[in-house]
């Protein structure tokens, strides 16, 4: 059972999420490359985006990238902890968990192509 409750509960949770992303941000390449990006990005869509709804979507699928990179490094490690010999299921976990990313990675293009350069159908 959980020992903390209330706000205490909430600044422990804050400072795991902190040291998860200090984590990633040390030990993996493509969550700075990502980071790196959006940041460039970021300010980008808030430029380019003619709306409200339009910078939303700009902005979101660049944290949906962010999202999936981290929940595919936490495979990773977790498949690296349990065991570094070749193994079928651990493959597939994390060749899972890089499909994930490319996915969104895709969706991201996507978004910003269909945002920045309206296709009119009409």
């Given at each position: 059972m959980n020992q903390y409750t209330g706000?205490?509960?909430?600044?422990?949770?804050?400072g795991y999420s902190m040291e998860g992303l200090k984590a990633a941000w040390i030990n993996e390449a493509a969550f700075r490359e990502e980071v790196l990006l959006c940041i460039v990005l970021i300010p980008l869509a808030i430029w380019l985006g003619d709306s409200g709804i339009e910078r939303t979507l700009l902005i979101s699928c660049l944290l949906l990238v962010l999202i999936t990179e981290l929940l595919n490094s936490a495979i990773e490690a977790l498949a690296d902890r349990i065991t570094q010999e070749r193994h079928p299921l651990i493959k597939r976990a994390k060749d899972i968990g890089s499909a994930a990313v490319f996915i969104a990675i895709c969706y991201t293009v996507v978004v910003w192509g269909l945002v920045l350069l309206p296709i009119h159908l009409s």
């Open positions: 706000l205490t509960r909430l600044i422990k949770a804050f």
